[in-house]
């Protein structure tokens, strides 16, 4: 895929990607305070600092975008065409992090569920309240509907 912006001007905007209060965080967050749940954002001290933390249920929710977080089998988690080798290596150690902090998460006791940017529509949101209420402890978070 040919880029339509100059490589100076494409850094300026991959550079101003924020990584809190993204869009399809605060979709996920809307919905889940209007079923009434109630939440903590970004918990300094959980590893991860997840997006999501409800002490009362002992569960964490990560809010990843398909791109920054390699979703697997997602048209969404494509391999920029340019500056190939920084791109495997940034986007390697973010899944890497992602699986230590969820190793870490588990062994305090959480549960933890991740949503992914493609996943946002209603039909999927509308499982993830009983999924953080759920007194299972393992609750199959990371399914790939689309």
């Known amino acids: 895929m040919v880029d339509i912006v100059d490589s100076a001007t494409r850094s300026r905007m991959m550079a101003g990607i924020k990584g809190k209060n993204t869009k399809p965080e605060l979709l996920v967050r809307k919905y889940l305070h209007s079923r009434g749940l109630r939440f903590r954002l970004h918990a300094k001290e959980l590893p991860g600092k997840p997006d ?25 988690a494509v391999m920029p065409g340019s500056n190939i080798e920084f791109w495997k290596q940034k986007l390697g150690a973010n899944r890497e992090r992602d699986q230590r902090n969820k190793k870490m998460l588990k ?10 940017e493609c996943q946002l529509n209603d039909r999927y949101l509308s499982g993830l309240a009983g999924k953080i209420i759920a007194k299972d402890k393992e609750v199959n978070a990371e399914s790939t509907t689309r």
């Open 52 to 76: 999501l933390v409800f002490p009362k249920y002992k569960t964490v929710v990560f809010v990843h975008g398909c791109f920054w977080h390699q979703h697997p089998r997602c048209k969404l």
């Open 107 to 116: 062994a305090l006791g959480w549960r933890i569920l991740t949503v992914w």
